[in-house]
């Protein structure tokens, strides 16, 4: 069974860091792009970033430009995401994903990771 596992979320105050974990079980994520989305209450899931196979091609929403940070071991089977100079605006459950069709990209879509997805871990800015 292909499993994403997240975890690293909690409550954090303004300006604070988290760093996020996404783990596989049951296959290798070397042959899959991985993105992170989120969701807060009441809004559409949104693509925050996304890391290619090889790791060499990342990419991110205006909102995580210059404060998040996406990284993956192949080592470890796992993908990260750095998230720094966090504001209650980025409260929200963060999801990775992941999808063995894209090759050499990533895309910042949720309609892009059709193949696996994690159950979410929640990240709370608040003071």
């Known amino acids: 069974q292909l499993q994403l596992v997240e975890s690293g979320g909690g409550l954090v105050q303004p300006g604070g860091s988290l760093r996020l974990s996404c783990a596989a079980s049951?296959?290798?994520?070397?042959?899959?792009?991985i993105g992170w989305f989120r969701q807060a209450p009441g809004k559409e899931r949104e693509g925050v970033s996304c890391?290619?196979?090889?790791?060499?091609?990342?990419n991110y929403a205006d909102s995580a430009k210059g404060r998040f940070t996406i990284s993956r071991d192949h080592a470890k089977n796992t993908v990260y995401l750095q998230m720094n100079s966090l504001n209650p605006e980025d409260t929200a459950v963060y999801y990775c994903?992941?999808?063995?069709?894209?090759?050499?990209?990533?895309?910042?879509?949720?309609?892009?990771?059709?193949?696996?997805w994690g159950q979410g871990t929640l990240v709370t800015v608040s003071s």
């Open positions: 049951g296959f290798t994520l070397d042959y899959y792009a």
């Open positions: 994903a992941a999808t063995s069709r894209l090759i050499g990209l990533c895309v910042l879509s949720p309609r892009g990771y059709l193949e696996v």
């Open positions: 890391i290619s196979r090889s790791g060499g091609r990342t």
